[in-house]
């Protein structure tokens, strides 16, 4: 989501376009918070007050897509499974958004990140795809 919204990232166009273009959609409650965080926190080259990014958030996945959140037992089962997909360290925001696709039923999962991706729900490989231009 980052890319779709900030032009000096490396794929900001075939991002954008998968956002624009979805019709509908489903995203991880904390994707949102994460999202929130990258945009005001000064690490990309835009910093976004609070304000704007809440706007922003809101008028493009919040208030388009369905925001699905994970029980603190959907959380616990994706941490116990864990060690077995090799999931350490941050790859674990990676196998949540996963979980939370899964509980969705998504038929499609869009990430910049196959090979985390693929690996930690080599089940759902066939969904995951990357933004195309």
Do not use: W
Request: aromatic share 6%; net charge negative.
């Amino acid at each position: 989501l980052i890319a779709a919204f900030v032009e000096d990232e490396r794929h900001h166009s075939e991002c954008a376009k998968a956002v624009a273009a979805a019709t509908e959609g489903v995203v991880y409650l904390h994707g949102l918070a994460e999202c929130f965080s990258m945009l005001t926190g000064g690490r990309l080259s835009v910093r976004l007050t609070a304000e704007s990014a809440s706007r922003l958030l809101d008028a493009n996945v919040a208030g388009r897509m369905e925001v699905v959140s994970l029980s603190p037992v959907d959380v616990m089962q994706v941490l116990r499974e864990s060690h077995a997909l090799g999931i350490r360290g941050g790859g674990i925001y990676d196998a949540l958004h996963l979980a939370a696709a899964r509980k969705a039923e998504a038929d499609e999962i869009f990430t910049l990140n196959l090979r985390h991706f693929q690996a930690f729900a080599p089940d759902l490989s066939d969904r995951i795809k990357r933004p195309s231009a």
